[in-house]
């Protein structure tokens, strides 16, 4: 059996799988980080250095990908999750599987 966005319910349940593992990889990282900035806040090398701005740099980033992964999660939830935004047919669930977070199929993605 598949559903409207021609996923069956096992590779719904291993992508949700696979969200829920990178939102808690990316958390992790995220801790790690935290922990590293307070260890060279004591130390009084942060801030300006480039490792502060490298490090302002992947919070960012980290904090981008954790939202498209809620956004995607909600998608998930609401039945919505693997149809493209832009067009609505259904997202390979192999491209799914490399992007869980993933919003356009390839026709219709600015990245390609």
């Known amino acids: ?3 409207r966005n021609g996923l069956t319910p096992s590779q719904i349940a291993e992508l949700r799988a696979e969200l ?3 939102v808690a990889r990316l958390e992790r990282m995220q801790a790690a980080h935290a922990s590293d900035d307070a ?3 004591v130390s009084g090398d942060v801030g300006g250095s480039a490792y502060g701005v490298l490090g302002a740099a992947v919070d960012s980033r980290t904090a981008v ?3 498209a ?11 919505t999750y693997g149809s493209c935004a832009g067009c609505g047919e259904p997202i390979p ?7 869980p977070e993933i919003t356009h199929c ?3 993605s600015p990245r390609g």
């Open 1 to 3: 059996m598949t559903t």
């Open 20 to 22: 829920l593992a990178e």
């Open 39 to 41: 260890v060279l806040a």
């Open 65 to 67: 990908q954790l939202d």
């Open 69 to 79: 992964l809620a956004e995607a999660l909600d998608r998930l939830a609401a039945g």
């Open 93 to 99: 669930y192999g491209r799914l599987l490399v992007m």
């Open 106 to 108: 390839m026709l219709c």
